[in-house]
C-alpha cells in the first residue's frame, strides 16, 4: 500500500508563485501525477515524474526525489482560475493505477 | 474536454437499489479504470480493465461489479445501495495501461 501526505489547503496571491508539497511511502514506484481538479468537475492531467528532477510546462513544473519520496508542483503567475484542488498520485510497480493523495484546496486571492 | 463520456450525468436512487453506470473511452483507448471520489475518503481507485480484461481491482466492494464490452465501453454496476455510496464515480482512459490516465466528467449518485 500506500501513504500520500498533501497539505489540506494553501492560500496564495494572484500573480505570485506556489509550491505545493507531496510526499509519499510505497512499496514500488513507477511514476509520479499531478491533476488539477475544480469542484465537482473531472480531474485534469498536469504533469508526470518518473526519473528525478524538474519537469517544466508552461506555469506548471513538478519536481520529484524518489530516495526521499518527495515531489512538488510549482505554480507561477498565479491566476484566480488556478483556485482548484490539486492532486498528486503514485503508480506502484504492481499496477498501473493510480492511488491518490487528498488533495491540497488552493485559493488564489486578489 | 478529454474525450471520456460518462452517462448520465446525475443520478438519484434510494436504498437497496441498483444502478449502472456507463463510460466511452477516448478514441483508440483500450484501458478503462473506474474511481469513486467521496467528501472523506478523497479519489479511490475501484477496477481496471483493458483490451476487455479485469487488469487490477482496487478497494471495490463486492456488491460493485463491471465490465468492458468490445467496443471497449465499460459499465460498474452498484447493487443493494446504501447511503455511504453516495460519491462522485469517475471514470478514465488511457491507450495502453502505462499511459496517462485522462478522466471522464464523473456520475454524481446520490443515494437517499
Known amino acids: 500500500g500506500q501513504n500520500i501526505d498533501q497539505p489540506t489547503e494553501m492560500t496564495a496571491t494572484e500573480g505570485a508563485i506556489v509550491q505545493i508539497n507531496c510526499t509519499y511511502q510505497t512499496s514500488g514506484f513507477n511514476g509520479l501525477f499531478w491533476y488539477q481538479q475544480h469542484a465537482g468537475e473531472a480531474p485534469t492531467f498536469l504533469s508526470y515524474n518518473v526519473l528525478d528532477g524538474l519537469e517544466e510546462k508552461g506555469r506548471f513544473s513538478s519536481f520529484l526525489s524518489r530516495s526521499k519520496g518527495y515531489s512538488y508542483l510549482l505554480l507561477k503567475e498565479l491566476q484566480m482560475k488556478d483556485s482548484a484542488s490539486y492532486l498528486c498520485?503514485?503508480?506502484?510497480?504492481?499496477?498501473?493505477?493510480?492511488?491518490f493523495g487528498k488533495g491540497t484546496s488552493l485559493l488564489v486571492t486578489p | 474536454d478529454s474525450g471520456v463520456t460518462q452517462t448520465p450525468k446525475h443520478l438519484i436512487t434510494a436504498t437497496g437499489q441498483r444502478v449502472t453506470l456507463r463510460c466511452s473511452p477516448r478514441s483508440g483507448d483500450l484501458s478503462v479504470y473506474w474511481y469513486q471520489q467521496s467528501l472523506d475518503q478523497g479519489l479511490q481507485f475501484l477496477i481496471q480493465?483493458?483490451?476487455?480484461?479485469?487488469?487490477a481491482k482496487g478497494n471495490i466492494l463486492e456488491r460493485f461489479s463491471a465490465q468492458q464490452f468490445p467496443d471497449l465501453h465499460s459499465e460498474l454496476n452498484l447493487s443493494s445501495l446504501e447511503l455511504g455510496d453516495s460519491a462522485l464515480y469517475f471514470c478514465?482512459?488511457?491507450?495502453?495501461?502505462?499511459?496517462?490516465?485522462?478522466f471522464g466528467p464523473g456520475t454524481r449518485l446520490t443515494v437517499l
Open positions: 480493465y483493458y483490451n476487455g480484461e479485469e487488469r
Open positions: 478514465a482512459s488511457s491507450p495502453r495501461y502505462e499511459d496517462t490516465q485522462y
Open positions: 498520485a503514485v503508480r506502484e510497480d504492481s499496477g498501473y493505477a493510480l492511488n
